[in-house]
């Protein structure tokens, strides 16, 4: 029997329909050198959705927790156990308590799903979560963990599932951060610094927070930790919100090499209740000359180039090329407010047309990466931004005799390039090294893309036909690549 460690939770608490056992899901990927990776699992339980019986010295809870974690249609892992609530005095206040668990993981896509039920109501409706993550550590290449959100932190005096790097680590499992929360504390690890950047070379993490709409960084709410190269860098920080005013935003850690050049980032989203008066730092609407002015930063601006190609034109490219080569922060500068200038013309805000598009820099990057190549240089990504978010994404993992594949559909698309519109296209993405997330574009009926009439073949692992007039394999069972493009859902 699992004993949950006892926590406060602050912070809104979610109501679903019906009496049912509430509870907040999350999850981390974090690896260990040399030995496996892991997904942990944060989960908080809110003591006032369950049925508290009688027991020694008060009333306690207790729920059932089963939890699956599946790959390629096989369960690698599961575990069924009972959580047990801290013993309270009475009904009528009850705190909320905590879960950590870890379980062993490989590289690879994943589906973990978490189902609770009440031990003590077994009429009440369950908990159910299902979440999809991918696992792609690398023996030699720069990588990162999830950044875990923590309530608290201290010094261990055993260690368990919660302890990491000498610390006993307590999550906090919303994004969501109230008035009376005026931490943000965080724990995060690098792995292979030492391999990349050289044997006990000095380094840097910075860490800030980033207003979502506007990339504003607000006054006081960031810091820094200088580490020395090794097979594991944990950072262990918090910063002050207590200022924050109200509004979405981002935990960004940033990890610079010695010349200062960025070598890895990770961000987090977050949420902040905190109704204070508004500074008029924050009430002045900046141009977009003034905002690219605050970047000094040559790897900042020169991402901020990169970034615009895949809505660039020919011409636009061929110049963004240019000035990313240079390197000149000034010219830069100028490039990016004329392209944003251009595009606004004299009915848009250039500055606010960006802000919306950096929003989908983001997810691409986060999404979309391939290895150390940034989000909008892969394919996924480049189309995401060129033409929006699908309407329909079929995202196939696993699939006998074929490769991993995903079948994008819009159902009316603009092309961000040009400004021309068309209807009902799609693309295929086929992922051949299966070890990585690295989709490429093998088909499209989208004018100016590839397009591939046998692209079935690239899907299928026996695809070698020597008849060059069949379009697509013979038929193979549990293949639905065909089905797919001909509906998508």
Not at 128 to 133: C, I, L, P, V, Y
Not at 218 to 238: E, I, Y
Not at 249 to 272: A, C, G, P, S, T
Not at 440 to 465: A, Y
Request: hydrophobic residues 30%.
């Amino acid at each position: 029997m699992k004993k949950g460690v006892f926590i406060f939770v602050l912070g809104m608490l979610f109501s679903s329909l019906g009496a049912s056992v509430t509870a907040y899901f999350n999850y981390g990927l974090f690896n260990v050198p040399k030995g496996s990776p892991f997904v942990e699992t944060y989960l908080t339980i809110v003591g006032s959705s369950i049925k508290f019986k009688p027991t020694n010295g008060g009333f306690q809870g207790s729920v059932n927790v089963k939890v699956s974690v599946v790959k390629s249609g096989q369960v690698v892992t599961s575990n069924n156990y009972n959580l047990m609530s801290p013993v309270e005095k009475d009904t009528i206040q009850v705190s909320s308590f905590i879960d950590n668990q870890r379980y062993p993981v490989t590289n690879g896509v994943y589906t973990i799903e978490i189902t609770l039920s009440d031990n003590n109501d077994l009429s009440k409706k369950s908990f159910s979560s299902k979440e999809t993550f991918t696992v792609n550590f690398s023996a030699s290449e720069l990588s990162c963990s999830s950044i875990q959100m923590l309530e608290s932190y201290s010094k261990s005096t055993q260690s368990g599932n919660i302890t990491k790097s000498g610390y006993d680590l307590i999550p906090y499992c919303v994004n969501y951060y109230p008035k009376n929360l005026n931490k943000l504390q965080f724990y995060f690890e690098s792995y292979n610094t030492d391999t990349v950047l050289g044997v006990n070379q000095p380094f840097v993490y910075s860490y800030y927070v980033e207003r979502k709409e506007d990339l504003f960084k607000p006054q006081g709410c960031s810091g820094f930790k200088k580490q020395n190269t090794a097979k594991v860098n944990p950072l262990l920080a918090q910063i002050d919100i207590s200022k924050l005013e109200s509004g979405n935003y981002y935990l960004v850690i940033e990890l610079r090499d010695k010349n200062n050049k960025l070598q890895l980032e990770k961000r987090h989203y977050f949420q902040r209740n905190n109704p204070i008066q508004l500074t008029q730092e924050y009430k002045n609407k900046r141009s977009v000359n003034e905002f690219f002015g605050d970047y000094n930063n040559v790897d900042t601006l020169k991402m901020f180039v990169e970034c615009l190609w895949p809505i660039s034109s020919a011409t636009e490219k061929d110049w963004g090329i240019n000035q990313a080569i240079k390197q000149d922060p000034d010219y830069m500068k100028s490039y990016i407010v004329d392209f944003w200038q251009k595009r606004a013309g004299d009915s848009l805000d250039p500055l606010q047309l960006w802000l919306a598009y950096y929003k989908e820099v983001i997810i691409a990057n986060s999404e979309f990466k391939c290895g150390k190549q940034k989000g909008y240089y892969t394919d996924r990504g480049r189309v995401y931004l060129q033409y929006g978010k699908p309407n329909q994404r079929v995202i196939q993992p696993s699939e006998p005799y074929a490769y991993p594949y995903e079948i994008w559909q819009y159902y009316r698309v603009q092309d961000q390039s040009n400004g021309q519109f068309y209807s009902n296209k799609k693309f295929v993405f086929v992922n051949k090294n299966i070890a990585d997330d690295c989709f490429q574009l093998v088909h499209s009926d989208m004018r100016g893309e590839i397009n591939n009439p046998r692209w079935q073949f690239e899907i299928s692992k026996r695809r070698n036909d020597p008849n060059i007039d069949k379009t697509k394999p013979d038929p193979l069972i549990g293949n639905n690549a065909e089905d797919f493009y001909n509906n998508p859902r």
